[in-house]
T-cell receptor, first 116, second 113 residues
Framework: DQQVKQNSPSLSVQEGRISILNCDYTNSMFDYFLWYKKYPAEGPTFLISISSIKDKNEDGRFTVFLNKSAKHLSLHIVPSQPGDSAVYFC???????????????FGSGTQLTVLP | GAGVSQSPSNKVTEKGKDVELRCDPISGHTALYWYRQSLGQGLEFLIYFQGNSAPDKSGLPSDRFSAERTGGSVSTLTIQRTQQEDSAVYLCASSPGTGNGYTFGSGTRLTVV
């Protein structure tokens, strides 16, 4: 049972346009959400996160939106650049115990290709 | 080093052989995680170490898989009697132990032939 789902395995956008990557989750206990970016032959790197007490977090060209009632989050990249081409993973976590590290549950990833 | 180091970067092994994958976390990080990514799949949680607590092994797919973390630092993931379905990229991550900051290594690509 996938608790975090990325239903689009791939997405292509033109350079300069907006990229929108989507993620759905089923576990209502998740209270922290992250996006990771992965280039081939490298480990995933942290991109942006959002706490469940917020509905939007922005960092430069990257904005993450959270819709708790729909259990949906999205990552917007604008303007998209060819260097953004990578696999994007959505991840979610829930409090296990106060002060302890959290285990992340990942989606299956979306391959973004930004065309020059 | 500054990051999470994994070795080897690539490993090809024959079906039925045992393999050991190594992870060197960031110094001072108390939490260490192993994930794997099979072809076309997401990141699958395998095992998690937090300080001196008993590890969370709930993600290990079979009893052929085991992991240890010596001295709270380096971790070794061992796969016994490898099968072709074990072929994947095995990723290690560490975190400071609080909050949500994971840092991943570059992974070990395991191919079982």
């Amino acid at each position: 049972d996938q608790q975090v789902k990325q239903n689009s395995p791939s997405l292509s956008v033109q350079e300069g346009r907006i990229s929108i990557l989507n993620c759905d989750y089923t576990n209502s206990m998740f209270d922290y959400f992250l996006w990771y970016k992965k280039y081939p032959a490298e480990g995933p790197t942290f991109l942006i996160s959002i706490s469940s007490i917020k509905d939007k977090n922005e960092d430069g060209r990257f904005t993450v939106f959270l819709n708790k009632s729909a259990k949906h989050l999205s990552l917007h990249i604008v303007p998209s650049q060819p260097g953004d081409s990578a696999v994007y993973f959505c991840a979610a976590s829930a409090v296990i115990s106060s002060g302890s590290a959290r285990q992340l549950t990942f989606g299956s990833g979306t391959q973004l290709t930004v065309l020059p | 080093g500054a990051g999470v180091s994994q070795s080897p970067s690539n490993k090809v092994t024959e079906k039925g052989k045992d393999v050991e994958l190594r992870c060197d976390p960031i110094s001072g990080h108390t939490a260490l995680y192993w994930y794997r990514q099979s072809l076309g799949q997401g990141l699958e949680f395998l095992i998690y170490f937090q300080g001196n607590s008993a590890p969370d092994k709930s993600g290990l797919p079979s009893d052929r898989f085991s992991a240890e973390r010596t001295g709270g630092s380096v971790s070794t993931l061992t796969i016994q009697r490898t099968q072709q379905e074990d072929s994947a990229v095995y990723l290690c991550a560490s975190s400071p132990g609080t909050g949500n900051g994971y840092t991943f290594g570059s992974g070990t690509r395991l191919t079982v032939v």
